[in-house]
């Protein structure tokens, strides 16, 4: 087969982190080519942020991430902040505002965030070539060598940046993974992250008929716990809570959420303990009616609060602040927005993204077992770790 290009640096991937690793090798002088099997690259940023791309946290550090190695992030971040990419941002003049609790958005469109990436890019002459599958990919003596339908690709250096296994109908396959066990580079085990959790009954009846009505919670799974919005729906729990729990807790598990989030709702109610005001309607002053209802329907209690009696006021307060329920399951991988879990960190250089075992092959992004939390996270995981390796392949 003959040759079609040849370069310095191959990245597979043309997502969030191949593209920007790309760009920063090329600036470095390097002649880089991306490769991409979608038709177009960064289908995953256009539809992240509701369409406007969460593209950062002003906040982000090592304890918004997961890893069987906690430590393997900090230098990556230390060195590519999210100070640096809004300076990017600017330079590009994308109008973004901070939605909350230091997220990143831009003004108009996710798209701003493909076409930046793409300008710097060609700004450093990086080569981008969509619509070709990897046929299989050989570690020869100069390099390595790519083969695809279109031809043979060989490089000097190789990074791998083909996401992980979620949101599949996007193109994500377990390409990283395939590649690293290839090479003999162990993969911790995976399972579908920051993905709304499921329930069976009696908890589903009362969620499918709370469906879509969203309230502000307190959310935990052992020593872990976020205050987010939950988000009831037909199948169970969703919304920024629920999914940023889903990262941290075992199917069987139980997870506890606080309704009434810095109130305490057994001393409150205790308070009222001679009210003749029925349980819906005083549980309505604080929290969507529907909910209320539902509550009280699920706690088969009709009497106003004098006729409940303090002691059992109390037990419906503590339950308010400490509902205790199991998931059966989640959505999965067509749901998540990130893979737990991925390529072993301690196989990989933190400072480069280096196989530790084979020279000039990189890892980047999520296929490493490195998950952020919810709210630009896992971009600015993105944007850290291909800066890392671009900065760091050999010219």
């Not at 002459?125 to 083969?147: A, L, R, T, W, Y």
């Not at 993905?195 to 872990?224: H, Q, W, Y």
Request: with cysteine.
């Amino acid at each position: 087969m003959s040759v079609s290009h040849e370069s310095d640096l191959l990245v597979i991937g043309g997502g969030a982190a191949g593209l920007f690793c790309a760009s920063v090798a090329g600036a470095r002088g390097l002649s880089v080519t991306v490769l991409e099997r979608n038709d177009r690259v960064g289908m995953k940023i256009l539809i992240s942020g509701g369409g406007r791309c969460n593209f950062t946290n002003l906040g982000a550090g090592p304890k918004n991430y997961l890893s069987g190695n906690p430590n393997f992030c900090k230098s990556a971040l230390a060195r590519y902040k999210p100070a640096d990419f809004i300076a990017l941002v600017n330079k590009h003049g994308i109008a973004f505002h901070e939605k909350k609790l230091g997220q990143q958005f831009c003004d108009e469109s996710s798209k701003q965030i493909v076409d930046l990436l793409l300008a710097e890019c060609a700004s450093s002459k990086v080569k981008i070539d969509c619509g070709i599958p990897i046929e299989n990919v050989h570690k020869s003596e100069g390099g390595f060598e790519i083969q695809t339908a279109r031809g043979l690709y060989r490089a000097k250096s190789l990074v791998i940046a083909t996401g992980a296994l979620s949101f599949p109908k996007l193109g994500s396959t377990d390409f990283a993974y395939r590649i690293a066990r290839q090479f003999g580079i162990p993969i911790t085990k995976t399972v579908p992250g920051l993905v709304p959790l499921t329930f069976s009954d009696p908890e589903l009846r009362m969620m499918c008929d709370l469906s879509g009505l969203s309230l502000p919670v307190k959310i935990s799974s052992g020593a872990n716990f976020f205050l987010d919005d939950l988000l009831f729906t037909h199948r169970g729990l969703s919304g920024p809570a629920a999914l940023q729990i889903s990262s941290f807790i075992k199917i069987g598990e139980s997870i506890e959420i606080d309704l009434l989030p810095g109130l305490n709702a057994a001393e409150w109610l205790a308070e009222r303990h001679q009210d003749r005001t029925q349980l819906a309607t005083v549980l309505a002053s604080k929290l969507p009616a529907r909910l209320a209802k539902a509550w009280v329907e699920r706690l088969k209690i009709i009497a106003p609060l004098g006729q409940i009696g303090i002691r059992r006021l109390r037990e419906i307060g503590m339950e308010l602040n400490h509902w205790k329920i199991s998931p059966n399951g989640t959505e999965g991988y067509p749901k998540a927005e990130v893979t737990v879990g991925g390529i072993d960190t301690g196989a990989i250089s933190s400072k480069t993204m280096e196989s530790r075992t084979v020279e000039s092959l990189y890892f980047i992004g999520e296929a490493l077992d490195v998950t952020g939390h919810l709210g630009g996270y896992n971009f600015q995981w993105a944007w850290a770790s291909g800066f890392a390796a671009g900065s760091a392949v050999k010219l």
